[in-house]
């Protein structure tokens, strides 16, 4: 049975970093696209970041440049780092993984489409004030 654990979350300042993780248990790592997605109080569930097991990565707009996704594959982890952090960034994060070919492809926008993916952590908060 997949499973997958974040950690990581917590209380930052506006202009500080936080790293995120995401622990794959239950499916060796072979082919996969997995996702960070966060939800605010009151909106919408959006994407971050995606990364599959060639290395490829894509960002929603907000976060190019202050946000990277990477991953650890002998250790079944991927993780979200978070610089420059700002209020709006305030969220609870969820990683997402996909491991059913074909996989969501990294020349659309399926990636970052939280329907594309079938197994979901519990989520963690982060919390971004000053």
């Known amino acids: 049975q997949v499973h997958l654990q974040e950690s990581g979350g917590g209380s930052v300042q506006p202009g500080g970093s936080l790293t995120l993780s995401c622990v794959v248990s239950?499916?060796?790592?072979?082919?996969?696209?997995m996702a960070w997605f966060r939800q605010a109080p009151g909106k919408e569930r959006e994407a971050v970041a995606a990364?599959?097991?060639?290395?490829?990565?894509k960002y929603e707009g907000s976060v190019v440049g202050r946000f990277t996704i990477s991953q650890d594959s002998a250790k079944n982890t991927v993780f979200l780092r978070m610089n420059n952090v700002r209020p709006e960034d305030t969220a609870v994060y969820y990683c997402?993984?996909?491991?059913?070919?074909?996989?969501?492809?990294?020349?659309?926008?399926?990636?970052?489409?939280?329907?594309?993916?079938?197994?979901w952590g519990q989520g963690t908060q982060v919390t971004v004030s000053s």
């Open positions: 239950g499916y060796t790592f072979n082919k996969y696209c």
């Open positions: 997402a993984a996909e491991f059913r070919t074909p996989l969501p492809s990294m020349r659309t926008a399926q990636p970052l489409d939280p329907q594309e993916y079938t197994y």
């Open positions: 990364i599959d097991d060639d290395g490829r990565s």
